[in-house]
């Protein structure tokens, strides 16, 4: 699936893979384009941030972080389960509000069904003396 609207401007090779792997990884999640390009970038982002601070690393005090292609999908990986927990959390909710409101409403309804059937009893009590 081809990221619609994912930036392309001098765009480095280690930032095209990350972005040409993200957009695999992402591409069957159910969203919005908009939010997937946006999902995208971020990925991206955190990688090459990640690789960057990683050199600067290695430059100011002389220690190796490697930045695995396994530790990218990981990432995205955890942001997927993160995201569909996320989505039941949601869905969750959601169900309880409406049962909430169904509730609200049969104790509404059912105590006006209970106060017609009061009246008519009321009223039919008074007719029999």
């Known amino acids: ?28 999640i159910e969203m919005d384009d908009k939010i997937r390009v946006g999902c995208i970038e971020m990925c991206q982002e955190f990688h090459v941030t990640t690789m960057k601070l990683s050199d600067r690393y290695l430059a100011e005090l002389e220690r190796h972080n490697y930045v695995t292609p396994t530790s990218y999908l990981e990432m995205i990986n955890t942001f997927k389960l993160l995201l569909d927990n996320k989505r039941s959390q949601v869905i969750k909710v959601a169900h309880v509000a409406a049962n909430s409101k169904k509730i ?18 009321h009223t039919a009590s008074q007719q029999t003396i």
């Open 1 to 28: 699936m081809a990221a619609v609207g994912v930036k392309r401007v001098k765009l480095s090779a280690n930032t095209l893979r990350s972005q040409a792997v993200a957009t695999r990884f992402l591409g069957d």
């Open 104 to 121: 609200s409403f049969c104790k509404r309804n059912g105590t006006r069904n209970q106060a017609v059937a009061g009246i008519t009893d």
